[in-house]
């Protein structure tokens, strides 16, 4: 069974420039989380998609905005790069509500801006 | 101060030693504790978890709860290089958010041979 997969691995910007990143979660998973990892922060979360919608963010700006598809991948996009938004950035999916939320990560993208 | 809080280490200990990873945390409605061990450029795996207070053993590792303090463990008996990694601990409380997890700093632990 194939994992979480992740798309670009590196990501190199500019200050001001927009940024992608996509998510494709394992086949039958229907959430989709999105976390910063910036080093020595650990896990910072971004956004929980479920179904299609967004169901919770986290505490990061506006500019930091994503969308699921119909087939639950998801789509990370972040606009006016700053310096900080340097990371690795970490997408997760799981069954959805379930008691415990075991979440499956991918090998994350890492974003550079220069 | 953070909901939960992890040292980031690094812990250096020698092969064979038994390791202690710790968390606290304030949030008293947490119920589902984990543990997710990430290996350098990958994304993280869950280990173990455990709900609610006590022990859950499962080969040479030991999660365990006490819910009374605020403090979760993982221990890792007989250890070995391989188990080198950043060990993050995890939580969740049943809210309007349905079981988002909180997350730990990460401990880097370095077993050395």
């Known amino acids: 069974e194939a994992g979480v997969t992740q798309s670009p691995t590196h990501l190199i910007k500019t200050r001001g420039q927009q940024a992608t990143l996509r998510c494709s979660p394992i086949s039958g998973h229907t959430s989709v989380y999105w976390y910063q990892q910036a080093l020595g922060l650990g896990l910072q979360f971004l956004l929980w998609y479920d179904e299609g919608e967004e169901r919770n963010r986290g505490n990061f700006p506006p500019r930091f905005s994503g969308r699921q598809f119909p087939n639950y991948s998801s789509e990370l996009n972040v606009n006016a790069l700053e310096l900080e938004d340097s990371a690795l950035y970490l997408c997760a999916s799981s069954l959805g509500q379930v008691a415990y939320n075991e979440q499956f990560f991918g090998p994350g993208t890492r974003l550079t801006v220069l | 101060q953070k909901e939960v809080e992890q040292d980031p280490g690094p812990l250096s200990v020698p092969e064979g030693a038994i390791v202690s990873l710790n968390c606290t945390y304030s949030n008293s409605a947490f119920q589902y504790f984990m543990w997710y061990r990430q290996y350098s450029r990958k994304g993280p795996e869950l280990l173990m978890y455990t709900y609610s207070s006590g022990n859950k053993e499962d080969g040479r590792f030991t999660a365990q709860v006490d819910k009374s303090s605020k403090y979760i463990s993982l221990f890792i008996r007989d250890s070995q290089p391989s188990d080198s990694a950043t060990y993050l601990c995890?939580?969740?409380?049943?809210?309007?958010?349905?079981?988002?997890?909180?997350w730990g700093a990460g401990t880097k632990l370095i077993i050395k041979p």
């Open positions: 995890a939580m969740s409380a049943k809210g309007d958010s349905n079981y988002q997890l909180i």
